[in-house]
């Protein structure tokens, strides 16, 4: 008997640690959804590495049940990756379409497609959710309260579906980075390249396929084996806000 191919659903695949998380789980042999909104991006990269882009903004309700109606297979990986950080203002200064945008991705986006693909997940012999919460979820730095509330909240929820779903064979895996170069600082500082240069300056950040190649490894564990939770940071980074540079 031949083996049945398992799938994998990637949201935020169009870039940085999403779209190497494609990369290496294609190579694993896996069928691979990719998720996004910029569609040209997502095609590009399955063209490169396989699998199937599948247009999604984790946003909108409409976006993410039009999404789960076109997967009618098990789902035994969905990576929680969508998301990020929108500007760095100060609490009294902060900006409420911000706030609004990253809960909106960051926490209920995650929320919103899990509740989706969850009869996917169900149909799966053992199936693996990977959260990407962040060292932002563990730890705050000053001017940081949107994006850390939204990681916190990362957390709570990866616990709650721990809890709730003890018992049935899925498990739940919070992967948090610390400081990774991908478009994370050019998309927080809306396009400014400059700014977002100067976050990894004069440090060796980590990339996307670091992250990637944690996620291979925690799905390939044996299915009795659960990793609650990788905190992974770059040499160069004791805290979220406490950097080598030379
Ligand atoms: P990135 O290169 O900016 O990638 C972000 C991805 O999220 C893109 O593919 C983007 O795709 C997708 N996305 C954003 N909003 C979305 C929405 N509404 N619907 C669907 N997809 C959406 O940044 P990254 O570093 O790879 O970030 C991936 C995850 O890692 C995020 O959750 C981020 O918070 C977390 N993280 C990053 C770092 C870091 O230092 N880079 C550290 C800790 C945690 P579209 O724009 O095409 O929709």
Redesign the pocket.
């Given at each position: 008997m031949t083996e049945r191919q398992k799938t994998a659903v990637v949201?935020?695949?169009?870039?940085?640690?999403?779209?190497a998380t494609v990369q290496v789980l294609c190579a694993a042999g896996y069928h691979v959804i990719l998720?996004?909104?910029?569609r040209e991006?997502l095609e590009k990269i399955a063209r490169e590495y396989g699998g199937m882009p599948l247009e999604?903004?984790?946003?909108s309700s409409a976006s993410v049940a039009a999404f789960a109606a076109q997967i009618d297979i098990p789902v035994d990986v969905l990576v929680n990756?969508?998301?990020?950080?929108l500007g760095k203002e100060s609490l009294v200064e902060f900006d409420e379409e911000h706030w609004l945008q990253m809960y909106?991705?960051?926490v209920l986006?995650l929320a919103r497609v899990t509740r989706a693909l969850w009869p996917r997940l169900q149909q799966s012999p053992a199936a693996t959710v990977i959260n990407?919460?962040?060292?932002?979820g563990e730890e705050t730095y000053a001017g940081g309260a949107g994006y850390t509330a939204c990681?916190h909240a990362v957390r709570a929820i990866s616990e709650t579906m721990r809890l709730e779903w003890l018992g049935q064979p899925i498990r739940v895996t919070e992967i948090?980075?610390?400081?990774?170069?991908?478009?994370?600082s050019?998309?927080r500082f809306a396009g400014d390249a400059k700014a977002a240069k100067a976050v990894y300056e004069g440090m060796a950040p980590l990339v996307?396929e670091d992250i990637a190649e944690a996620i291979r490894w925690v799905v390939s564990l044996p299915e009795h084996v659960n990793i609650d939770r990788l905190v992974i940071k770059p040499r160069d980074q004791a805290r979220v806000d406490k950097v080598a540079r030379r």
């Open positions: 949201t935020g695949a169009s870039s940085g640690i999403g779209a998720a996004a909104r910029r991006r999604l903004d984790v946003t990756n969508a998301g990020g950080a909106q991705s960051n986006g990407i919460g962040s060292v932002a990681k948090d980075p610390g400081l990774v170069e991908t478009e994370f050019l998309v996307a």
